[in-house]
């Protein structure tokens, strides 16, 4: 016996197999190739408990990125700068109140400077540094102001100060650009940008509102700089807005009377609305003739008559004799009648005069119309066919209104929509029957499976984890599963070993053997269930113990080897 061990332990350089061909390099490599696959997996875990970092401020001034990151470091929130260093990143989780905190310390400032760039001024500077430093506080200041407008995330003002002058002729009114970064889906409306624009004019001496121009971050003009050449004006947002309601009440108003006669989604009403947005005011005045044969109304009217006593007048020679009185009279001698009187008197003159003063026929009128109001309205209803369910069959049929109830929707909309033919309005009244409702839709061709598009998103779900599924299996039977088998077949040999027969029919030898087969199975269950510190202190206690076991146990283990 010995002998033949002193044969088993002399071996020659040509079969002393290799590290790696024994059972303990065999158990290396197996630890080697499972200690790779839990660092891969302990850099997953570690990759996938990386924090994801979103972005807290972007666009910031040197100040106050600065600011920032020394705020943050004070709050212990862990942050990096995006490729270029235009941004600052923070843990998606301390986004929100990292914001709040900063802006409770009234950062970030913004980048433009105000009058506070006058505070430094100093001894000896120039009137051209004076006055540039003066036009920079300006603008900051304006843009500061913009700025507090919840839609503008940020902005910018130029200004053109001319230099003043003492001729009339050469003397120039300043001009301001406004540069708008709006909010992600923010507008402003017609109001707001006026608002801006008058802002600006109100702070600069001697600026007119029409020479500020605001502009926003996409390049549209939003002043009214911007209209159209020619004099032509468009409608403003409030105007179409306005024709959008009228338009939309007469519809509400049209189909909440007809619903009832013809039922619920079985009318549909349109309507176009023209609306008068000039502002008139007139103001007339007229004459009508007042002469015969109009009527006319008198306003005053003078008469005056005179008449001349009768006498003889002056005759003959002028002198002394015809001067003297005339003398009295006496009959004629010859009984003559008629004969004038002696001296040549006249019969005696009459005058008459006549003023009649007549009323001015006057009428003046004043008229104010206001605009909005409507011109001209058209509207077009679409009524369904009536719809009659079998009793018996429970069939559903449609027929056609007759003319009557036509007639009588007709009259009904007319109401509903203020209709007025001196307007000029229209109405169009049609029954016929809704596709898809009543009417049966046409069969159409069935589109195969891998077809039809409603089918690819499916599809590309099920090759998702399809790829899936490919690369687990592989990663299992091309690496996973040759690394366990030799561990697997080990607990197999540990679970198969035969029974032990019964302690009286067995020799001494096997006794020694089932011994050591036990201390074998007790050792490996030992090694898997328990550490390796725990496994070295029972293999010295056994030694201590009972040295012919282990003697018997490290024989065997040589004998397995040969």
Not at 48 to 72: E, H
Not at 200 to 218: G, R, Y
Request: net charge neutral; no cysteine.
């Amino acid at each position: 016996m010995a002998a033949a061990t002193a044969d088993v332990l002399v071996d020659t350089p040509e079969s002393k197999p290799t590290f790696l061909q024994t059972q303990m390099g065999k158990n290396f490599l197996l630890g080697a190739a499972i200690a790779s696959v839990l660092a891969i997996m302990a850099a997953i875990w570690l990759w996938s408990q990386q924090p994801d970092y979103k972005v807290l401020f972007s666009n910031f001034s040197d100040r106050d990125g600065g600011a920032i990151t020394a705020s943050l470091d004070q709050m212990a929130i862990p942050y990096k700068f995006s490729e270029g260093g235009t941004a600052i990143l923070v843990p998606s989780e301390h986004v929100h109140d990292a914001r709040l905190k900063l802006a409770s310390q009234g950062l970030p400032k913004g980048g433009n400077v105000g009058f506070e760039l006058m505070e430094n001024q100093k001894l000896g500077v120039s009137q051209f540094h004076e006055q540039v430093n003066y036009q920079r506080s300006l603008e900051g200041e304006l843009a500061r102001s913009i700025e507090s407008l919840a839609a503008v995330g940020s902005a910018r003002v130029h200004l053109a100060l001319p230099k003043p002058s003492v001729f009339v002729r050469e003397q120039q009114k300043p001009t301001a650009s406004v540069l708008l970064n709006l909010q992600q889906g923010r507008v402003l409306d017609v109001a707001q940008v006026s608002a801006i624009v008058h802002l600006v004019a109100s702070s600069v001496p001697e600026l007119p509102v029409s020479n500020v121009t605001v502009v926003d971050q996409a390049g549209n003009l939003l002043s009214e700089n911007g209209k159209p050449a020619g004099g032509a004006k468009q409608l403003d947002p409030n105007q179409l807005k306005y024709v959008t309601e009228i338009q939309q009440r007469i519809i509400k108003q049209v189909e909440s009377l007809i619903t009832p006669l013809v039922g619920q989604g079985n009318v549909r009403a349109e309507a176009t609305a023209d609306i008068d947005f000039a502002q008139v005011d007139t103001a007339a005045e007229s004459y009508k003739p007042n002469s015969p044969p109009e009527a006319s109304a008198i306003r005053s009217q003078q008469v005056s008559e005179a008449n001349t006593p009768g006498g003889a007048n002056a005759a003959g020679v002028p002198g002394a004799l015809s001067n003297q009185p005339p003398g009295a009279a006496t009959a004629p001698l010859d009984g003559a009648a008629g004969a004038p009187p002696a001296g040549g008197a006249n019969a005696a003159p009459t005058r008459k005069d006549s003023t009649t003063n007549y009323e001015v026929d006057k009428t003046v009128r004043y008229e104010q119309r206001p605009m909005g109001g409507i011109k001209r309205l058209t509207v077009g209803v679409l009524v369904n066919y009536r719809r009659i369910v079998d009793t018996k069959t429970g069939k559903v049929n449609v027929k056609a209104l007759t003319a009557a109830e036509v007639a009588q929707i007709n009259d009904l909309v007319k109401e509903a929509m203020g209709y007025s033919q001196a307007r000029g309005d229209t109405l169009n009244v049609t029954n016929a029957p809704f596709d898809g409702v009543d009417k049966p839709a046409t069969p159409e061709a069935q589109l195969e499976w891998w077809k039809d598009p409603a089918n690819l998103p499916l599809a590309k779900e099920l090759g998702r984890y399809l790829l899936l599924a490919l690369v687990l299996g592989f990663l299992y039977f091309r690496l996973l599963r040759p690394l366990l088998r030799p561990l697997l077949r080990r607990f197999d040999q540990i679970t198969e070993v035969p029974p032990l027969p019964p302690e009286a029919e067995m020799t001494k030898e096997e006794a020694v053997q089932a011994e050591v087969q036990r201390i074998q199975l007790e050792v490996a269950e030992t090694n898997i269930a328990r550490g390796y510190r725990e496994n070295l202190a029972m293999a010295k206690t056994l030694a201590k113990d009972d040295p012919r076991v282990v003697a018997n146990v490290v024989k065997a283990w040589v004998g397995a080897n040969e």
